[in-house]
C-alpha cells in the first residue's frame, strides 16, 4: 500500500510536468509493479488508476473553448458573475479565493481571484468586474482574475454551506484572547484560520518551525473523533449511533476548516482510521496514510504538486516511521521530553526537502521551539475546538473556552517571539538541485543511523560529512558577504529576489530607493552592509515588490521618506504609512523638479507630477530619480513602461544626464518587456542593473538584454550574481557577492 501511493504520487506529477502520454505510462508500470510484488492490491490499483486517469481527462486536459482562450490571454476585462467555492485563504500578500466566473460570453470557468480581499465564503455569488489571465502557475485553474472594482454581493450561501459558515462566523465573532495574537493562534489552532496573527508573530513562527499549529492536523481530527465517540459513550448510546455521529462530526469540522490540502490528507486518513474500527477491523497509521494520499491523489491530480499536502503527508511519515525509534533512544529522558523531541525532530527532518522549496533556510531553533510549545498545544487545541461547536448555540461559553485557550497560545507566540529575533535563528541552505539532493541524503542518513545498527557507522559518517560540507559553505558565504562589504561600494543592488532595493551612499549619507518584498531580505542586506540609519529613504511605488519589506527596516533609523503622489488605495499604502506612523517620519510627495542635497551630490526627481496626473497605473506613476555623485550617477526608474520612458526623454531627460560621468541604470520593472528601445540608446548606460529573482513573467527580456548590450551596457542580475556593488573611488569597479 504505501508503495503504491508512492507510484500514484509520481505518477501524478509526471503527468502534470512532463505531459500525458507518460503519465498513462507511468500509471502502467506501477500497475505491473503491483501485479508482481503485492497482486492483492491489483484491482484496487486498477480501480484507482481509471478513476485518476478519467479525472485528469476532466479536469486537467480538458482545454477552454478557443474564443475563451483567447479573452483570457490577451487579459481582457469581463463583466459577470463569480461563486466562491473556498473561503479566501492568505497568498503572499494577499488572498486567494478559489471561484467559478461565468458572463454572457464566458461559460462557467474555474480560476483563481488573487487581491487584498480576504473575506470571501464558501458558497457566496458576487456580481463583478474581472481582469483575466492566464494562469502563469502549474496548477488547478484556467485563469487568474484580478477585480477591477469591488465585487457585489448577490447571494449567501444556502442550506449546509449557510450553517457551515454561521459555525465558523459565530467562533470568530465571539474569539476573545489575553492579545490579538493569542486570540488568533487560538483560532489557528482550532479552525487553521491564519489571517488573524500579526505579520511579525506569523514571520517569528516561521523562523522558529511553529507555522505547523496553525494548519489543522490529524490530532485535531482524532480530538474531535475521540470527543464524540467517547462522550457518547459515557451517556451509553449504541456503538453504531456512535460510530456515525463521530463520522458526521468529522466532515462538519473539516467543512468548517476549510478544503486546504493538510486539511483533508487529516481528515481521509482519520476517517479511514476510524471506519476501520467500526468494521472490526485494525489498520496500521502507515496504510491509513497511504490509503488517504491513494484516495486524494485519484480525485484531486492538483495535490501532488501542493506543498502544503507534501508537508503534511511528510511529517506524519517523520512521526510514525522514525518518531518512535528516537524516543526508544531517549528513554532515560522525561517521558514528555523525550515525546516531545523525537515527534519534533522527526517531523522537521523529513519536512527538510519541501521546506527549502519555500525558502533556503533551516529553522536552528524548531526542535526547541516546539518542544517548549509543545505542552500547551492539546488542551488549547480541545478547548479551541469546543469552542467552534459550542459558538452558534452557547457564544459566550464559546468566548470563555476561547479566552482560557489563549493563556496557552499567549505562551506559544511568547516562545516564538523570544527565540526568532537570537542571531542565527535559521541556517542558509541551498534550495538548488544539489541543496535538496543534500537534504533529502541527510534525511536517509539520519534514519538509517536511527533505524538499522548494520548500516549505523556509514550513515554517521555521511552525516558528519553533510554537516561538516554544509558548515564550510556557509562560512565560504558569509566570508563573500564580508568581504564584499568591505569595500564599501557607493551603490548596491540588494538581492531581494522578485522586487527592488537600491542602496546609494555619498560621503556619509544613505539612500534607500524601495525594499523589495520580504522583510528578512532587506534586513539582512542593510545588516551586511553596516547600515543603521538611512537619510532618504525613496519608495518608488506602492507594489508588494518594492514595499513589501518595509517590516525589515526595524533595526536603522529613517530621516526623510518620499513617494509618488498617485493616488493608491491598495493594502501596501496602509502599511507603510503605519510603518512610518509608529515611528514618527512623516511621508513627502515627490515630485518633477524636486531635488535635494546629498552627501557630496544630490539628488533631483524627474517623474511624475505632484498628483501623477496622465498615470495610467501605479507603474506608470513610480517616482523616478537621478542621483548625482562626484564621479558616478544613477538613474532609478522603478516600474515605468516604454510609453513613460519616451515621454520622460522627451522632457529633456538627456539634459539632466552628464556626459562626462559613466551612467548607473537601474532598468525598469525587473527588465519586463515593456521597455523603450530609443530610451536606452539615448542613455547607453555604461552600467545596467536588473533587480529581478525567479519568476513566471519571463523577467528579464531576452531582446532588452541584446539591446542594452548593443550600446555597451554592462548588464548586472541579481538572479544570477546576487548582492551587485558599483565603486567609482579609482575608475568604475564592479563586484558581486554571488548567490547565497
Known amino acids: 500500500m504505501i508503495a503504491l501511493s508512492a507510484g500514484v504520487w509520481l505518477a501524478r506529477i509526471i503527468e502534470l510536468t512532463l505531459s500525458p502520454i507518460i503519465g498513462v505510462i507511468s500509471f502502467l508500470m506501477v500497475l505491473v509493479a503491483v501485479r508482481f510484488h503485492e497482486r492483492r492490491?491489483?484491482?484496487?490499483?486498477?480501480?484507482?488508476?481509471?478513476?485518476?486517469?478519467?479525472?485528469?481527462?476532466?479536469?486537467?486536459?480538458?482545454?477552454?473553448?478557443?474564443?475563451?482562450?483567447?479573452?483570457?490571454?490577451?487579459?481582457?476585462?469581463?463583466?459577470?458573475?463569480?461563486?466562491?467555492?473556498?473561503?479566501?485563504?492568505?497568498?503572499?500578500?494577499?488572498?486567494?479565493?478559489?471561484?467559478?466566473?461565468?458572463?454572457?460570453?464566458?461559460?462557467?470557468?474555474?480560476?483563481?481571484?488573487?487581491?487584498?480581499?480576504?473575506?470571501?465564503?464558501?458558497?457566496?455569488?458576487?456580481?463583478?468586474?474581472?481582469?483575466?489571465?492566464?494562469?502563469?502557475?502549474?496548477?488547478?485553474?484556467?485563469?487568474?482574475?484580478?477585480?477591477?472594482?469591488?465585487?457585489?454581493?448577490?447571494?449567501?450561501?444556502?442550506?449546509?454551506?449557510?450553517?457551515?459558515?454561521?459555525?465558523?462566523s459565530s467562533f470568530l465573532e465571539n474569539l476573545a484572547g489575553v492579545d490579538p495574537d493569542s486570540a488568533g493562534l487560538v483560532a489557528g489552532l482550532a479552525v487553521g484560520e491564519r489571517t488573524l496573527l500579526s505579520e511579525q508573530t506569523s514571520e517569528n513562527m516561521r523562523k522558529v518551525a511553529l507555522t505547523h499549529l496553525v494548519a489543522v492536523s490529524g490530532a485535531n481530527c482524532a480530538i474531535v473523533l475521540a470527543s464524540v465517540y467517547f462522550g457518547l459513550g459515557l451517556l451509553r448510546v449504541r456503538r453504531t449511533t456512535r460510530f456515525v455521529a463521530a463520522l458526521f462530526s468529522l466532515v462538519i469540522y473539516v467543512l468548517v476548516v476549510g478544503f486546504d490540502p493538510s486539511v483533508l490528507r487529516a481528515g481521509f486518513m482519520a476517517a479511514t482510521v476510524i471506519v476501520a474500527m467500526w468494521l472490526g477491523r485494525g489498520v496500521k497509521p502507515l496504510r491509513a496514510l497511504a490509503l488517504s494520499m491513494i484516495i486524494l491523489l485519484s480525485f484531486d491530480p492538483w495535490l501532488c504538486i501542493d506543498f502544503a499536502f507534501a508537508l503534511s503527508v511528510f511529517s506524519t511519515l517523520g512521526i510514525l516511521v522514525l518518531a518512535p525509534a528516537i524516543y526508544q533512544k531517549l528513554h532515560r529522558l522525561p517521558k514528555a521530553l523525550a515525546v516531545g523531541l523525537s515527534v519534533s525532530f522527526s517531523a522537521q527532518l523529513y519536512c527538510i526537502p519541501v521546506m527549502l522549496m519555500l525558502q533556503p533556510e533551516l529553522p536552528v531553533f524548531g526542535v526547541i521551539a516546539n518542544v517548549l510549545s509543545e505542552p500547551v498545544v492539546a488542551p488549547v487545541t480541545v478547548l479551541g475546538i469546543t469552542a467552534v461547536f459550542l459558538s452558534p448555540v452557547f457564544p459566550a461559553i464559546s468566548s470563555l473556552l476561547s479566552l482560557v485557550a489563549s493563556f496557552g497560545t499567549w505562551w506559544i507566540a511568547r516562545v516564538a517571539n523570544t527565540l526568532a529575533p537570537l542571531p542565527q535563528s535559521t541556517l542558509p541552505w541551498p534550495n538548488d538541485f544539489t541543496g535538496l539532493a543534500l537534504a533529502v541524503v541527510l534525511a536517509f542518513a539520519i534514519s538509517l543511523a536511527v533505524l538499522s545498527e548494520r548500516y549505523k557507522t556509514l550513515s554517521v559518517v555521511t552525516i558528519i560529512l553533510l554537516v561538516a560540507g554544509s558548515t564550510a559553505g556557509y562560512i565560504e558565504k558569509q566570508l563573500r558577504v564580508y568581504q564584499f562589504a568591505d569595500q564599501k561600494p557607493q551603490v548596491v543592488n540588494c538581492d531581494v529576489g522578485q522586487g527592488d532595493a537600491l542602496i546609494i551612499r555619498s560621503n556619509e549619507n544613505t539612500m534607500l530607493i524601495d525594499v523589495g518584498r520580504d522583510p528578512r531580505l532587506i534586513e539582512a542586506c542593510l545588516r551586511s552592509n553596516r547600515i543603521h540609519h538611512i537619510d532618504v529613504l525613496m519608495l518608488s511605488h506602492f507594489d508588494f515588490d518594492h514595499v513589501g519589506g518595509i517590516e525589515g527596516l526595524h533595526a536603522v533609523s529613517i530621516g526623510k521618506v518620499l513617494v509618488s503622489g498617485f493616488n493608491d488605495q491598495r493594502e501596501a499604502v496602509d502599511r507603510v504609512t503605519e510603518f512610518m506612523k509608529e515611528r514618527n517620519v512623516p511621508m513627502t510627495v515627490a515630485s518633477r523638479g524636486k531635488s535635494g542635497d546629498f552627501g557630496n551630490g544630490f539628488w533631483e526627481i524627474l517623474s511624475p507630477t505632484t498628483s501623477a496626473s496622465g498615470a495610467e497605473d501605479a507603474n506608470d506613476a513610480s517616482l523616478v530619480a537621478i542621483i548625482q555623485l562626484p564621479k558616478l550617477q544613477v538613474l532609478a526608474t522603478g516600474d515605468i513602461g516604454r510609453e513613460r520612458q519616451d515621454q520622460i526623454l522627451q522632457q529633456g531627460l538627456q539634459g539632466r544626464v552628464d556626459s562626462q560621468k559613466p551612467l548607473v541604470l537601474k532598468v525598469s520593472h525587473h527588465g519586463s518587456a515593456d521597455q523603450s528601445d530609443k530610451f536606452h540608446e539615448s542613455l547607453s548606460p555604461e552600467l545596467s542593473i536588473i533587480s529581478v529573482g525567479e519568476n513566471s513573467y519571463g523577467h528579464p527580456d531576452t531582446s532588452l538584454i541584446s539591446k542594452l548590450k548593443s550600446v555597451g551596457s554592462t548588464v548586472l542580475r541579481t538572479d544570477t550574481q546576487g548582492m551587485v556593488g558599483i565603486d567609482s573611488t579609482e575608475g568604475l569597479k564592479v563586484f558581486a557577492t554571488g548567490k547565497l
Open 41 to 168: 492490491l491489483l484491482n484496487f490499483a486498477i480501480a484507482t488508476s481509471l478513476i485518476g486517469l478519467t479525472v485528469s481527462t476532466l479536469q486537467v486536459f480538458d482545454a477552454v473553448d478557443e474564443s475563451e482562450l483567447s479573452m483570457i490571454e490577451n487579459r481582457l476585462v469581463l463583466e459577470g458573475e463569480f461563486r466562491v467555492e473556498s473561503d479566501s485563504q492568505p497568498y503572499g500578500d494577499g488572498f486567494k479565493t478559489w471561484v467559478v466566473f461565468e458572463s454572457a460570453e464566458f461559460s462557467p470557468t474555474l480560476g483563481s481571484l488573487i487581491g487584498e480581499n480576504g473575506e470571501y465564503r464558501w458558497g457566496e455569488r458576487y456580481a463583478s468586474k474581472l481582469s483575466l489571465e492566464a494562469n502563469w502557475q502549474q496548477g488547478r485553474g484556467h485563469f487568474i482574475a484580478t477585480e477591477m472594482e469591488p465585487s457585489v454581493l448577490i447571494s449567501k450561501p444556502q442550506n449546509l454551506q449557510s450553517v457551515i459558515g454561521e459555525i465558523r
